[in-house]
């Protein structure tokens, strides 16, 4: 190791510096190839969109009168449903999202109010 470190010191490679300009979507390579940043979320839903598709999807939920879904109703309290119908509703907003919520937040999740609430701040949900 120290052999090494004693060779490294004594040898001189010549380093060229060639500045890139960047632009916000794709970047030039030499040979003119050209690389394009991607991204599966380009813009965040509004809490508009978010409550709209939230309360469609729990509406749609066989259990469920649609006519006493409001962004604020409990799942169990006010709708009548059992804790596997409330992992279901879970289930269908991951799918209607397109996102994973762990086990951990999706117990949490009782109510429309935080189902928005957890979608709406989630950076990947679309």
């Not at 991204?39 to 978010?50: F, G």
Request: hydrophobic content about 45%; charged content about 30%; aromatic content about 6%.
């Amino acid at each position: 190791m120290a052999m090494m470190a004693a060779i490294l010191r004594h040898i001189r490679i010549p380093v060229r510096c060639q500045a890139l300009e960047f632009k916000p979507c794709e970047l030039s390579l030499p040979g003119g190839s050209l690389l394009r940043f991607m991204s599966s979320h380009d813009e965040h839903l509004t809490k508009e969109e978010v409550v709209e598709r939230v309360l469609s999807v729990v509406k749609s939920f066989p259990k469920v009168d649609p006519s006493v879904v409001t962004t604020d109703v409990h799942f169990q309290k006010d709708l009548g449903l059992d804790s596997l119908d409330n992992v279901e509703i879970v289930m269908a907003l991951e799918e209607e999202f397109k996102l994973e919520i762990p086990d951990l937040e999706a117990d949490k999740i009782d109510s429309t109010r935080l189902a928005i609430e957890y979608i709406y701040n989630h950076p990947m949900a679309g």
